[in-house]
């Protein structure tokens, strides 16, 4: 069972002991640190980010040499080249995100953002 599906299993499990079923949702990154998720707004001290969206996070190294002419010389040298290479990327403004929605206490909610849906 990945993670995900242990969430989806966790969410089934909560919602029949009765947890309100928003207490986990979409929400829309209204920049790379603040978040609004059903009409709330959730300033950066209030979100709580998973590490692999705060930072690029390179998945796979690829590139490419773009310079077929063979060197006229010998030690160091520099040839053009395209990264081709897969990222993670961070977190930006209008990226949606899932997560769940914490009560801390009465007057402090906080938003656990788990991932990024889409692109």
Request: charged residues 30%; hydrophobic residues 35%.
């Amino acid at each position: 069972m990945n993670p995900y599906e242990k969430l989806i299993k966790t969410m089934r499990e909560e919602a029949k002991n009765g947890v309100d079923s928003t207490s986990f949702g979409l929400a829309t990154m209204t920049s790379a640190t603040t978040l609004s998720y059903n009409g709330m707004e959730f300033e950066e001290d209030d979100i709580l980010i998973s590490d692999h969206l705060t930072q690029d996070i390179v998945t796979k190294v690829d590139f490419t040499i773009d310079d077929n002419t063979p060197s006229e010389h010998e030690g160091y040298h520099v040839h053009p080249w395209t990264d081709k290479s897969k990222k993670i990327k961070k977190l930006k403004r209008d990226d949606l995100v899932f997560g769940i929605l914490i009560d801390a206490d009465d007057d402090d909610q906080k938003f656990l953002v788990l991932c990024r849906i889409g692109g």
